[in-house]
Protein backbone atom coordinates (compact mmCIF):
# COMPACT_ATOMS: atom_id res chain seq x y z
CA UNK A 1 0.00 0.00 0.00
CA UNK A 2 1.64 3.40 -0.79
CA UNK A 3 1.65 5.69 1.94
CA UNK A 4 -0.05 8.52 0.36
CA UNK A 5 -3.34 7.89 -2.41
CA UNK A 6 -4.45 9.68 -4.71
CA UNK A 7 -6.78 9.32 -7.09
CA UNK A 8 -4.87 10.23 -10.25
CA UNK A 9 -7.97 11.52 -12.24
CA UNK A 10 -8.29 13.34 -14.78
CA UNK A 11 -11.26 14.70 -12.78
CA UNK A 12 -13.29 17.08 -15.13
CA UNK A 13 -15.75 19.69 -13.30
CA UNK A 14 -18.02 22.38 -15.31
CA UNK A 15 -16.41 26.23 -14.15
CA UNK A 16 -18.07 27.07 -11.06
CA UNK A 17 -18.97 24.12 -9.98
CA UNK A 18 -17.10 22.62 -6.74
CA UNK A 19 -14.24 20.39 -7.25
CA UNK A 20 -13.63 17.98 -4.71
CA UNK A 21 -10.52 16.15 -4.09
CA UNK A 22 -9.30 13.10 -1.65
CA UNK A 23 -6.24 11.57 -0.40
CA UNK A 24 -5.79 8.53 1.71
CA UNK A 25 -2.61 8.34 4.16
CA UNK A 26 -1.43 4.97 5.75
CA UNK A 27 0.79 6.17 8.93
CA UNK A 28 -1.76 7.11 11.30
CA UNK A 29 1.90 9.25 13.38
CA UNK A 30 0.76 11.53 10.32
CA UNK A 31 1.27 14.92 11.39
CA UNK A 32 1.10 17.23 9.24
CA UNK A 33 -1.32 17.30 5.88
CA UNK A 34 -0.21 19.86 2.66
CA UNK A 35 -2.37 20.42 -0.78
CA UNK A 36 0.13 21.76 -3.41
CA UNK A 37 -1.10 22.95 -7.00
CA UNK A 38 1.04 22.54 -9.65
CA UNK A 39 0.94 23.54 -13.47
CA UNK A 40 1.96 21.49 -16.26
CA UNK A 41 5.98 22.31 -16.12
CA UNK A 42 6.06 24.30 -12.83
CA UNK A 43 6.76 23.92 -9.54
CA UNK A 44 4.43 22.80 -6.70
CA UNK A 45 2.73 25.73 -4.86
CA UNK A 46 1.39 25.48 -1.70
CA UNK A 47 -2.78 26.27 -1.51
CA UNK A 48 -3.77 24.74 2.11
CA UNK A 49 -2.07 22.97 5.19
CA UNK A 50 -3.95 21.93 8.20
CA UNK A 51 -3.10 20.33 11.50
CA UNK A 52 -6.30 19.44 13.39
CA UNK A 53 -9.28 17.14 13.01
CA UNK A 54 -12.38 19.53 10.80
CA UNK A 55 -12.53 22.08 8.22
CA UNK A 56 -9.74 24.77 7.68
CA UNK A 57 -11.10 27.48 4.97
CA UNK A 58 -9.47 29.80 2.46
CA UNK A 59 -11.38 31.61 0.19
CA UNK A 60 -12.58 29.55 -2.09
CA UNK A 61 -10.79 26.29 -0.29
CA UNK A 62 -11.89 24.22 2.05
CA UNK A 63 -9.23 21.83 3.37
CA UNK A 64 -10.95 18.62 5.61
CA UNK A 65 -8.69 16.10 7.64
CA UNK A 66 -10.47 12.74 9.30
CA UNK A 67 -7.50 11.44 11.12
CA UNK A 68 -9.26 8.42 12.28
CA UNK A 69 -10.35 7.78 8.79
CA UNK A 70 -6.75 8.82 7.57
CA UNK A 71 -8.43 11.12 5.09
CA UNK A 72 -7.66 14.55 4.19
CA UNK A 73 -9.56 16.06 1.14
CA UNK A 74 -9.36 19.64 -0.88
CA UNK A 75 -12.80 21.47 -2.12
CA UNK A 76 -12.66 24.54 -4.42
CA UNK A 77 -15.64 26.10 -4.76
CA UNK A 78 -16.56 28.16 -7.73
CA UNK A 79 -14.21 26.60 -9.73
CA UNK A 80 -12.86 28.20 -12.82
CA UNK A 81 -10.77 27.19 -15.64
CA UNK A 82 -7.45 28.76 -14.26
CA UNK A 83 -7.61 26.11 -11.26
CA UNK A 84 -7.08 23.37 -13.61
CA UNK A 85 -3.62 21.79 -12.68
CA UNK A 86 -2.50 18.78 -10.80
CA UNK A 87 -3.12 18.63 -7.03
CA UNK A 88 -0.68 17.11 -4.85
CA UNK A 89 -1.61 16.13 -1.44
CA UNK A 90 1.56 15.60 0.88
CA UNK A 91 2.00 14.33 4.11
CA UNK A 92 4.54 14.68 7.59
CA UNK A 93 5.30 12.09 9.94
CA UNK A 94 7.54 12.79 12.57
CA UNK A 95 10.22 9.40 13.59
CA UNK A 96 10.41 11.11 16.75
CA UNK A 97 11.93 13.66 18.64
CA UNK A 98 14.06 16.17 16.67
CA UNK A 99 13.59 13.58 13.71
CA UNK A 100 12.92 15.61 10.30
CA UNK A 101 9.81 15.35 9.20
CA UNK A 102 10.05 13.97 6.02
CA UNK A 103 7.59 14.95 3.47
CA UNK A 104 5.88 12.65 1.23
CA UNK A 105 3.56 12.97 -1.23
CA UNK A 106 0.97 11.60 -3.33
CA UNK A 107 0.76 11.25 -6.93
CA UNK A 108 -1.26 13.80 -7.88
CA UNK A 109 -4.84 14.08 -9.47
CA UNK A 110 -5.50 16.65 -12.04
CA UNK A 111 -8.14 18.39 -12.05
CA UNK A 112 -9.57 20.09 -15.24
CA UNK A 113 -12.46 22.84 -15.17
CA UNK A 114 -14.10 22.97 -18.34
CA UNK A 115 -15.47 26.51 -19.40
CA UNK B 1 12.39 38.28 -3.14
CA UNK B 2 12.14 35.02 -0.93
CA UNK B 3 13.22 31.73 -3.46
CA UNK B 4 14.60 28.58 -4.05
CA UNK B 5 16.56 28.73 -7.43
CA UNK B 6 17.93 25.73 -8.89
CA UNK B 7 20.40 25.35 -12.10
CA UNK B 8 20.29 24.76 -14.80
CA UNK B 9 16.78 24.71 -15.76
CA UNK B 10 17.50 22.30 -18.48
CA UNK B 11 20.51 19.65 -19.14
CA UNK B 12 21.07 17.25 -21.50
CA UNK B 13 24.63 15.07 -21.09
CA UNK B 14 25.56 11.93 -21.84
CA UNK B 15 25.89 8.72 -19.42
CA UNK B 16 28.76 8.68 -17.30
CA UNK B 17 29.73 11.95 -17.20
CA UNK B 18 29.55 13.45 -13.93
CA UNK B 19 27.06 16.56 -13.34
CA UNK B 20 25.80 18.81 -10.25
CA UNK B 21 22.84 20.18 -10.08
CA UNK B 22 23.01 23.23 -7.80
CA UNK B 23 20.49 24.85 -5.10
CA UNK B 24 20.35 27.24 -3.47
CA UNK B 25 18.07 29.15 -0.75
CA UNK B 26 17.75 32.93 0.57
CA UNK B 27 15.58 32.51 3.34
CA UNK B 28 17.82 31.18 6.17
CA UNK B 29 15.88 27.51 6.03
CA UNK B 30 17.27 24.77 7.97
CA UNK B 31 15.29 21.98 6.21
CA UNK B 32 16.25 21.33 1.96
CA UNK B 33 15.49 18.42 0.38
CA UNK B 34 15.70 17.45 -3.57
CA UNK B 35 13.14 15.19 -5.16
CA UNK B 36 12.44 14.03 -8.44
CA UNK B 37 9.02 13.46 -10.56
CA UNK B 38 8.17 10.98 -13.13
CA UNK B 39 4.93 10.34 -14.80
CA UNK B 40 2.37 8.06 -12.82
CA UNK B 41 5.22 8.28 -9.33
CA UNK B 42 4.71 11.65 -8.31
CA UNK B 43 7.63 13.06 -6.20
CA UNK B 44 9.93 11.00 -4.45
CA UNK B 45 12.25 12.43 -2.50
CA UNK B 46 16.29 11.57 -2.97
CA UNK B 47 17.98 13.25 -0.25
CA UNK B 48 17.19 15.68 2.69
CA UNK B 49 19.48 17.72 5.25
CA UNK B 50 18.44 18.83 8.78
CA UNK B 51 21.03 21.68 8.69
CA UNK B 52 24.81 21.91 7.72
CA UNK B 53 26.64 18.76 7.78
CA UNK B 54 23.34 16.58 7.79
CA UNK B 55 22.14 14.73 5.23
CA UNK B 56 20.20 11.78 5.15
CA UNK B 57 18.79 9.70 2.62
CA UNK B 58 15.20 9.84 0.94
CA UNK B 59 13.14 6.96 -0.74
CA UNK B 60 15.33 6.85 -3.53
CA UNK B 61 19.20 7.88 -3.18
CA UNK B 62 20.75 5.07 -5.19
CA UNK B 63 23.27 7.03 -8.00
CA UNK B 64 22.84 10.50 -6.01
CA UNK B 65 24.86 12.25 -4.08
CA UNK B 66 24.83 15.11 -1.84
CA UNK B 67 26.22 17.68 0.87
CA UNK B 68 25.51 20.59 2.80
CA UNK B 69 28.54 22.51 3.46
CA UNK B 70 26.58 25.89 3.58
CA UNK B 71 23.08 26.68 5.18
CA UNK B 72 22.01 28.17 1.70
CA UNK B 73 23.30 25.15 -0.30
CA UNK B 74 22.34 21.83 -1.46
CA UNK B 75 23.94 20.63 -4.58
CA UNK B 76 22.89 17.35 -6.18
CA UNK B 77 25.80 15.58 -7.52
CA UNK B 78 25.42 12.57 -10.17
CA UNK B 79 28.80 10.74 -9.96
CA UNK B 80 27.72 8.33 -13.20
CA UNK B 81 24.01 9.62 -14.59
CA UNK B 82 22.15 6.77 -16.86
CA UNK B 83 19.05 7.00 -18.51
CA UNK B 84 16.76 6.16 -15.98
CA UNK B 85 17.73 9.55 -14.05
CA UNK B 86 16.53 11.47 -16.72
CA UNK B 87 13.40 12.87 -15.30
CA UNK B 88 11.97 16.32 -13.37
CA UNK B 89 14.54 17.47 -10.34
CA UNK B 90 13.16 20.10 -8.05
CA UNK B 91 14.90 21.20 -4.58
CA UNK B 92 13.15 22.72 -1.59
CA UNK B 93 13.63 24.29 1.99
CA UNK B 94 11.52 24.83 4.71
CA UNK B 95 12.12 26.28 8.29
CA UNK B 96 10.93 23.90 10.31
CA UNK B 97 10.12 20.29 10.44
CA UNK B 98 5.97 19.92 9.24
CA UNK B 99 5.84 23.46 7.69
CA UNK B 100 5.52 24.50 4.01
CA UNK B 101 8.27 23.67 1.79
CA UNK B 102 9.26 26.16 -1.07
CA UNK B 103 10.35 24.73 -3.95
CA UNK B 104 12.98 25.41 -6.85
CA UNK B 105 11.79 26.16 -10.59
CA UNK B 106 13.05 22.69 -11.33
CA UNK B 107 15.95 21.15 -13.64
CA UNK B 108 14.89 18.81 -16.64
CA UNK B 109 17.76 16.08 -16.79
CA UNK B 110 17.96 13.79 -19.87
CA UNK B 111 20.76 11.54 -19.98
CA UNK B 112 21.11 9.97 -23.50
Known amino acids: QKEVEQNSGPLSVPEGAIASLNCTYSDRGSQSFFWYRQYSGKSPELIMFIYSNGDKEDGRFTAQLNKASQYVSLLIRDSQPSDSATYLC???????????????FGQGTILTVHP | EAQVTQNPRYLITVTGKKLTVTCSQN?????MSWYRQDPGLGLRQIYYSMNVEVTDKGDVPEGYKVSRKEKRNFPLILESPSPNQTSLYFC???????????FGQGTRLTVV
Open chain 2, 92 to 102: ASSSEQNTEAF
Open chain 1, 90 to 104: AVTVNAGGTSYGKLT
Open chain 2, 27 to 31: MNHEY
